[in-house]
């Protein structure tokens, strides 16, 4: 019998060697018509749970660049594709 482990965030994927996409992405920009090439991006924050080097500090957000699909007419919320594929509106915040 084979198991296949789903991830356990949208934050994870599979790298691909040739791209700087995961495997995810790039099956999620195929679905939706896009050049992997050519796709806006879009720069978020996380913050982990936990600092893997010194435990004591609290963690530091790490920059995570990805595709972007789309932005409202406002401007206030992009849509993005997260590493493992699946897609996601996030709040825009802008540096001051």
């Not at 195929?30 to 982990?48: F, I, Q, W």
């Not at 595709?67 to 007419?73: E, S, V, W």
Request: net charge positive; charged share 20%; glycine share 6%.
């Amino acid at each position: 019998m084979t198991e296949t482990v789903t991830p356990s965030s949208l934050w994870q994927g599979t790298p691909h060697p040739t791209s700087r996409w995961t495997v995810e992405q790039l099956s999620a920009l195929a679905k939706e018509g896009r050049d992997p090439l050519y796709v806006s991006t879009a720069t978020v924050l996380r913050t982990p749970r936990v600092n893997a080097t010194n435990w004591t500090m609290p963690p530091k957000p790490v920059a995570f660049e990805l595709p972007r699909l789309a932005i409202t007419r406002d401007g206030r919320r992009a849509k993005i594709i997260t590493p493992a594929g699946a897609t996601q509106w996030l709040e825009i915040v802008r540096g001051r």
